[in-house]
């Protein structure tokens, strides 16, 4: 155990703006210290699958810089275990910058440099801060710039976040689907416009919600190729200067080696550094998801509302009391929930928007919010579509003596559009219209004139097709 005198201790380290003391129990540097100082804004740290991938990154490019004989063995080996170790869980409580910074994402770069040239420093029994030896410039960014890196591990933390995604989805479609063919023989009136409309039935209705989110799912299993065209290599603004040539391809080879990826080099560095669409189209995805999320869980409040005094055809489960003052309330938390990540994937949606049309010339200096504003999106939007499916879609009942009630009420009284066929649309109208001026309903005015017979009407009314989908 370090003594509180070696915890204290700190080393020198400089840069371009002069020296400075930093702990020296620690793996990060000047670069990180003043980075901290610069933007301690918000509090939200780099997501570690974002970590892993720079690390990833930082170890194919030490693995090709010793093959092409540019750096030591003995250092690239060091700097690749260090890599490995960030890789694999340790030291992510290392990296401190802030997601709102400025600089395009310099300060996680060299954040990242820092911590494995310590790291790999460590590893030889040398000193932390002793970049005669091992510097996060020369050794461990050699042949690399923030603005070829940064993208490029986005990329690759955000497909691997995606893989993860469309089997919550799944979940959510699965028990979608469940629910669909429980509620398949329970008929309902369907509304539009918050207005009765025609019948169809509650397995319907989570038959529609199932389809939507399956067209979701297929639009994630698209993601990976909207993404997987890196421009690692291009360096600075893509033409690759400082970079052997063929670097950036031997670079993605490696990576995908090391990862099973199918990352390919974009076919222009200079328009892949600049331009960053493809982030667009991906938000785009994450945002219809949320849109029908959105829908969905409106829908299912508006059918839950209630207990006594409200639509009440479905009821979803109870999880937890839901008033502080009025006992016995229970609310749809839920749902709630879910709603308020929709909210947030579309806002996040915004700022992506936002960020693309605001880079300049050759670079995008606020990568670092849109990469914070994509990870939270896809996390967030797989942590609900499980809690979605497991806590509320699988615990939802029907109240089919309320769907019976409400359906029959509104339709045996005001059905005229299964008349419509037989009577036309003109005298189904005037119907409607005789029945409000005289506060009775169609049903009372087709039966005192002789129309049709009860039996005749209703035969109509409740006939098997009405209620077929087409």
């Known amino acids: 155990m370090n003594s509180p005198e070696k915890e204290n201790a700190k080393r020198i380290e400089h840069d371009l703006i002069g020296k400075r003391r ?3 129990d620690v793996y990060w540097g000047v670069y990180t210290l003043r980075a901290q100082e610069n933007f301690a804004v918000s509090g939200y740290r780099l997501h570690p699958e974002f970590v892993r991938a720079i690390c990833h990154v930082k170890k194919a490019c030490a693995q090709v810089n010793m093959k092409l004989g540019y750096l030591d063995r003995k250092i690239g080996e060091a700097i690749i275990q260090a890599s490995d170790d960030i890789i694999n869980g340790s030291l992510l409580d290392q990296f401190l910058v802030d997601v709102f910074q400025g600089g395009a994402g310099t300060s996680t770069n060299m954040n990242t440099n ?3 040239a310590n790291r790999a ?5 040398e000193e932390k801060g002793n970049y005669q030896i091992i510097h996060p410039n020369d050794h461990v960014n050699l042949h690399q710039s923030t603005n070829d890196t940064i993208p490029t591990a986005i990329r690759i933390a ?5 893989r993860n995604l469309p089997i919550a989805v799944t979940e959510l479609i699965n028990a979608l689907q469940d629910k669909s063919r429980e509620f398949e023989g329970i008929l309902k009136m369907g509304r539009t416009q918050h207005q009765e409309a025609v019948p169809l039935t509650l397995g319907d209705e989570f038959s529609a919600y199932a389809a939507v989110i399956k067209r979701d799912r297929a639009r994630f299993l698209e993601c990976e190729d909207a993404l997987n065209r890196v421009n690692l290599g291009g360096t600075a603004i893509g033409t690759g200067i400082t970079a052997p040539k063929g670097f950036g391809r031997m670079a993605v080879e490696r990576i995908n080696k090391n990862t099973g990826l199918g990352l390919v080099p974009a076919g222009n560095l200079i328009d892949a550094t600049q331009n960053l669409d493809s982030f667009a189209l991906v938000s785009g995805m994450l945002k219809i998801h949320a849109a029908n999320l959105s829908k969905i869980t409106s829908d299912l409040m508006m059918l839950n509302s209630g207990p006594r005094a409200g639509i009440a055809e479905i009821m979803l489960p109870e999880v937890q009391a839901g ?6 309330k229970v609310n749809p938390v839920i749902a709630e929930m879910v709603e308020q990540v929709a909210m947030r ?5 915004y700022v992506v928007c936002e960020v693309i049309r605001r880079g300049r010339l050759e670079l995008n200096a606020f990568l670092p919010l849109l990469s914070h504003g994509l990870f939270e999106s896809i996390s967030i939007l797989e942590k609900a579509d499980h809690l979605f499916a497991s806590r509320c879609i699988r615990g939802i009942t029907a109240n ?4 019976r009630d409400q359906m029959v009420a509104s339709w045996k009284n005001w059905g005229l559009t299964a008349l419509v066929p037989h009577l036309g649309y003109a005298r189904c109208t005037e119907l409607a219209t005789r029945a409000k001026q005289m506060g009775t309903t169609p049903r009372e005015i087709i039966l005192s004139e002789g129309i049709y017979t009860e039996d005749e009407l209703d035969q109509i009314l409740f006939d098997e097709q009405c209620f077929k989908r087409i």
Request: proline share 6%; hydrophobic share 55%.
């Open 121 to 125: 420093l460590e590893i030889l029994g």
């Open 323 to 328: 008033s502080s003052i009025m006992p016995g």
């Open 114 to 116: 820092e911590v494995i």
């Open 345 to 349: 994937v579309i806002a996040n949606d």
């Open 22 to 24: 930093v702990p020296n």
């Open 400 to 403: 089919e003596k309320a769907c």
């Open 158 to 162: 955000m497909i691997v976040l995606f």
